[in-house]
């Protein structure tokens, strides 16, 4: 795996989750988020074959799981790596959770929240620190 | 990985291959190739082919090689002929199930009983601590098999094509000549397929895995053999039979003559007699959702596999519930980490060919 893997315009979360901060289209007192898992995650976890978003208005409290993604063989936690308010939820993973695994980073995103406290990003890695994490 | 792991004959294979390997039984064995699902489905339409080698083996031979076995096993093996086949189950006096095993008879006095890879040695020293006065050689015979199980609709076809004489029918096993190598052909498998189980020297898998592929078997993996099974409704010692629960409560009633004798033949006539307390049903979710091992149901009963099945598209499983919520058409609530999931009790197999 290269570090091609791990777009720099995102922040990881140890626990392999990424949130890409809009810098535009976004109230700039409450900016918002976009979530998702990283392709490692995917890779390990096989093919995604059910996931449930939790419900627009949930909270999401940094580092605690906010849903699950679950392959054939295995159940996963999908912690936030933010905390916020989930303002939309991606209805078409509900019907395709392969498209976690196809493109985790862009059709297969899962959430978007109204960001609580922008502050918590400086606890995220960039994506050259998240892929020293992963042993190359 | 620690190195302690044992790898079958095929290892090198599965790394070529691309496999996932993981930790099963104290072996290092390949979890899926390409795709549980693409191999699933392979086998279900074409042809696939398993290493299975961490499948244990324990020959019973001599004059009183009968009398032990029937000591052990559920089921009647005197009904079992010279190149046949029988399933059956190990138990404690209590009833409770110490494995489920394949027993195969080679010869009139010779006798091959495959047991699942995490309780072989705990088998193997049952037997032993079984033998007595009688007049009967057990030996241990893990390191001198591997173990190809080629399942599907094509398998038998694609077998016969490298077999030197006709194959064993369903329930039987012959020794062949695959590609020049002598080995155990069983019709035997555990995906709900046509297909065949090959018992050889571990020296001669690999030029037989090489050719199998070569004709076109899919390799697959233990997670495509857990779903197969699982929607063929096969047990899976560990999940759906332990020393906890009987034969009678797992639905294998049918595999247990207790007029045999066998230890744990009171515990299951008494069960039988009585009626279960609780029972092993087939369920599909009814909506989204995967109930997974573990999860309670609520009034009672736990789920002991859960998946989702490839080829239904749905979560399935099977589950332990009081008996009364046994019959099928009964809707059931499953927990699965705090959400309700309804249920319903379906009928087993949960996939049937052609359905």
């Keep these: 795996m290269s570090q091609d893997g791990y777009p720099d315009d995102l922040l990881y979360h140890p626990e392999h989750d990424w949130a890409r901060i809009d810098a535009e289209g976004s109230d700039p007192a409450r900016p918002e988020a976009t979530l998702g898992i990283t392709w490692y995650a995917q890779d390990a976890l096989g093919e995604v074959v059910f996931f449930e978003a939790p419900a627009v208005g949930t909270l999401l409290v940094q580092d605690a799981p906010y849903a699950e993604v679950e392959s054939v063989k295995a159940v996963s936690d999908v912690v936030a790596p933010l905390s916020g308010e989930i303002v939309a939820v991606n209805e078409t993973l509900a019907d395709s959770p392969q498209l976690i695994n196809e493109d985790p980073y862009g059709d297969g995103w899962m959430v978007r929240i109204a960001l609580s406290d922008p502050s918590e990003r400086d606890a995220l890695m960039d994506a050259e620190a998240y892929f020293a994490t992963l042993g190359g | 990985m620690p190195t302690t792991l044992r790898r079958t004959a095929l290892y090198d294979r599965h790394v070529a291959a691309g496999a996932k390997l993981v930790e099963f039984a104290g072996w290092e064995m390949p979890v899926q190739y390409e795709g549980v699902r693409q191999e699933h489905t392979a086998v279900r339409t074409d042809v696939g082919v398993f290493d299975v080698s961490h499948m244990g083996e324990i020959e019973t031979s001599g004059p009183q090689a009968l009398e032990l076995l029937q000591r052990l096993i559920s089921n009647d093996l005197a009904r079992v002929p010279v190149g046949g086949a029988q399933y059956g189950l190990l ?189 092993l049903v087939a369920f599909a979710i009814d909506g989204p959702g995967i109930a997974r091992q573990g999860n309670p149901i609520v009034g009672g009963g736990e789920v002991t596999s859960g998946t989702l099945s490839p080829s239904l598209g749905i979560g399935v499983g099977l589950a332990y519930v009081p008996s009364e919520h046994a019959p099928v058409g009964t809707r059931l609530q499953i927990d699965v980490r705090g959400k309700m999931r309804p249920a319903v009790v379906r009928e087993k197999p949960l996939y049937r060919k052609g359905s």
């Design chain 2, 91 to 279: 138990c404690r006096e209590d009833g409770g199930v110490l494995d489920d095993l394949f027993t195969y008879r080679l010869e009139a006095e010779r006798w091959l009983t495959v047991t699942n890879a995490a309780n072989h040695e705990q088998d193997l020293q049952w037997w032993r601590a079984h033998v007595g006065e009688l007049d009967v050689q057990v030996d241990d015979r893990i390191d001198d098999y591997a173990m190809l199980a080629v399942q599907g609709p094509r398998a038998r076809e694609l077998v016969q094509a490298i077999s030197d004489a006709p194959l064993p029918p369903r329930m039987t096993a012959a020794t062949r000549r695959l590609l020049g190598a002598q080995m155990l052909v069983c019709g035997t498998g555990y995906t709900g397929e046509e297909g065949v189980e090959l018992l050889l020297a571990p020296a001669d898998a690999p030029a037989l895995w090489d050719e199998l592929i070569r004709r076109g078997a899919v390799p697959a993996g233990l997670a495509a053999r857990d779903t197969l099974r699982l929607e063929a409704c096969y047990h899976l010692y560990g999940n759906d039979l332990s020393s906890e629960r009987g034969p009678i409560e797992a639905g294998l009633g049918w595999c247990c003559v207790e007029d045999t004798g066998f230890v744990g033949s009171d515990a299951v006539r008494a069960v039988r007699a009585a009626g279960p307390r609780e029972r």
